[in-house]
């Protein structure tokens, strides 16, 4: 793997901003271990050529096994991907990912530099982290009733209900039930 690491030094105070570059070739397998350190920081901006263009970044599905252990990673580390077009024949092969929401904003993709078959992407780093508008719900797990929640998990019978079935064809069904569960 290829990359190049900068230091913003605000001179507010607030903090530092990690900007990477990086460049994962198909075959490449140290990236999880970077990404994990990388998005310790207080402020990151990870960018570049992650070669997974069978990853769909609105359902967060991938068919390959090694595009969905990318997507895991991206999600045990609380990276959000914040490109929405797709770039390269219809696919998202280039990134933009943070560890704050509202750290990037104003992204324009401005056509390819030459002849490379990248896009050139344009965004600004906000200075002071503003707060964006998510399209995520978060929960307010201080009023949360878990008495209730685990009674109504515990009255589905998850012998029958996942019987014969792999990890892959189990998961859509518990989080089917979770999700109900937590309306």
């Known amino acids: 793997m290829e990359n190049l690491q900068v230091r913003i030094k605000l001179s ?15 075959d490449q397998g140290d990236l999880y271990r970077q990404i994990g350190t990388a998005s310790c920081s207080q402020a990151l901006v990870l960018m570049g050529d992650f070669n997974h263009a069978d990853i769909c970044w609105r359902g967060n599905t991938a068919e390959h096994k090694q595009s969905r252990k990318f997507l895991e ?17 219809g696919a998202m092969l280039d990134l933009v990912l943070t560890n704050k929401e509202g750290l990037v904003g104003d992204m324009k993709l401005k ?62 069904i518990f989080k089917g039930q979770l999700l109900q569960a937590q309306e």
């Open 111 to 172: 056509g390819s530099l030459g002849c490379s078959d990248h896009e050139t992407v344009e965004f600004k780093i906000l200075r002071a982290v503003r707060r964006a508008h998510s399209k995520l719900t978060t929960l307010d797990l201080r009023r949360a009733d878990f008495g209730l929640f685990r009674d109504l998990l515990g009255r589905i019978p998850w012998d029958k209900a996942l019987e014969g079935r792999g990890a892959q064809d189990s998961w859509p």
């Open 73 to 89: 990673c991206i999600g045990d580390n609380f990276l959000l991907q914040v490109i929405e077009e797709p770039m390269r024949r």
């Open 12 to 26: 507010t105070g607030t903090g530092d901003i990690r900007a990477e570059v990086c460049y994962r070739p198909p």
